[in-house]
């Protein structure tokens, strides 16, 4: 009996074929949306750029060739806004009211989310409703109302406090919204373990929620300081002097210097950079807190 020595040909040896994409399609993605996508870029960044390119010009420059580069690069501008004491001035304000409008947007709204995230109670869903319908009533509804209340009542105008209330009062809904979610995918037998140990809700609360609920707290917080920075209404109708926010020094200096038109495309290129940095600086943990919300 013979027994046949012949190998089956070894698969390394021969030509591996590689599969294709269907009829040749471009597998990186349809360039209809490439195409979209950089529209909405140029249209985003664009006047941004403009802005921040026209203040290294003279009005002259500007008035030959509004779309060239600066040639020559001029720095009198920025250096002009930069030793002006009202910029400083009003940075100080926009940056006390932000963060004192953050701070209390965060720890109210943390401590808000907690008892409709992990308790059940009577009436729970209704009272969280409450706060979804205050995603329907922007500070411009009520802004004629919270003129007479913050200077009438409370005695509270031209101060930074009558700012920083309402705008935590108007950001609270949102803050809730995405922190209530976020605080119930926390795993129940996280809670239950610490009761075993004998930590009480409240030592819960502040040892162990917090900590794990700070990629949440961070998004709320930028979201909250981004949208008081940019507040010009109601600091319009409330902050007289030199207790305006940088906002409205824009607007007053674009009056005040409406010839000088490089000055002002570097007064207001200044003015975003504060809240363009944070806000790019804290992106991933934006990012990160939101896919939190939706998981849960």
Same mark, same amino acid.
């Given at each position: #009996?013979?027994?046949?020595?012949?190998?089956?040909?070894?698969?390394?040896?021969?030509?591996?074929?590689?599969?294709?994409?269907?009829?040749?399609?471009?597998?990186?993605?349809?360039?209809?949306?490439?195409?979209?996508?950089?529209?909405?870029?140029?249209?985003?960044? !664009?006047? *941004?750029?403009?802005?921040?390119?026209?203040?290294?010009?003279?009005?002259?420059?500007?008035?030959?060739?509004?779309?060239?580069?600066?040639?020559?690069?001029?720095?009198?501008?920025?250096? !002009?806004?930069?030793?002006?004491?009202?910029?400083?001035?009003?940075?100080?304000?926009?940056?006390?009211?932000?963060?004192?409008?953050?701070?209390?947007?965060? *720890?109210?709204?943390?401590?808000?989310?907690?008892?409709?995230?992990?308790?059940?109670?009577?009436?729970?869903?209704?009272?969280? #409703?409450?706060?979804?319908? !205050?995603?329907?009533?922007?500070?411009?509804?009520?802004?004629?109302?919270?003129?007479?209340?913050?200077?009438?009542?409370?005695?509270?105008?031209?101060?930074?406090?009558?700012?920083?209330?309402?705008?935590?009062?108007?950001?609270?809904?949102?803050?809730?919204?995405?922190?209530?979610?976020?605080?119930?995918?926390?795993?129940?037998?996280?809670?239950?373990?610490?009761?075993?140990?004998?930590?009480?809700?409240?030592?819960?609360?502040?040892?162990?929620?917090?900590?794990?609920?700070?990629?949440?707290?961070?998004?709320?917080?930028?979201?909250?300081?981004?949208?008081?920075?940019?507040?010009?209404?109601?600091?319009?109708?409330?902050?007289?002097?030199?207790?305006?926010?940088?906002?409205?020094?824009?607007?007053?200096?674009?009056?005040?210097?409406?010839?000088?038109?490089?000055?002002?495309?570097?007064?207001?290129?200044?003015?975003?950079?504060?809240?363009?940095?944070?806000?790019?600086? #804290?992106?991933?943990?934006?990012?990160?807190?939101?896919?939190?919300?939706?998981?849960?």
């Amino acid at each position: #009996m013979m027994v046949s020595t012949t190998r089956p040909p070894e698969t390394g040896s021969l030509p591996v074929k590689r599969r294709r994409g269907s009829a040749g399609k471009f597998q990186g993605g349809s360039p209809a949306v490439y195409a979209v996508a950089f529209v909405v870029l140029v249209a985003t960044l !664009g006047p *941004v750029v403009y802005g921040a390119l026209g203040g290294f010009r003279s009005n002259f420059q500007l008035a030959d060739a509004p779309a060239a580069l600066p040639n020559p690069w001029i720095f009198s501008n920025y250096v !002009g806004v930069l030793t002006d004491d009202a910029f400083w001035r009003f940075t100080l304000n926009s940056v006390v009211i932000a963060v004192v409008t953050t701070a209390i947007v965060v *720890v109210f709204g943390v401590m808000a989310a907690y008892p409709l995230a992990r308790y059940t109670f009577k009436g729970r869903e209704w009272l969280f #409703m409450v706060f979804v319908a !205050g995603l329907l009533f922007p500070a411009t509804v009520a802004v004629i109302p919270l003129f007479i209340l913050i200077t009438q009542n409370l005695g509270l105008g031209n101060t930074w406090w009558g700012i920083a209330l309402p705008q935590a009062a108007f950001a609270l809904p949102i803050t809730v919204v995405i922190l209530r979610p976020f605080l119930m995918a926390l795993p129940k037998e996280l809670e239950e373990a610490s009761q075993l140990d004998g930590t009480s809700r409240v030592g819960f609360f502040w040892r162990i929620l917090l900590p794990l609920s700070g990629p949440g707290m961070v998004t709320v917080g930028v979201l909250a300081f981004v949208g008081s920075w940019n507040a010009y209404l109601l600091p319009l109708l409330l902050l007289r002097g030199d207790m305006r926010t940088l906002p409205l020094g824009v607007a007053d200096f674009s009056s005040e210097h409406s010839s000088d038109t490089a000055g002002v495309f570097a007064f207001t290129t200044l003015a975003m950079i504060p809240a363009l940095v944070f806000f790019l600086a #804290m992106q991933k943990r934006i990012v990160n807190g939101l896919q939190g919300a939706v998981k849960g």
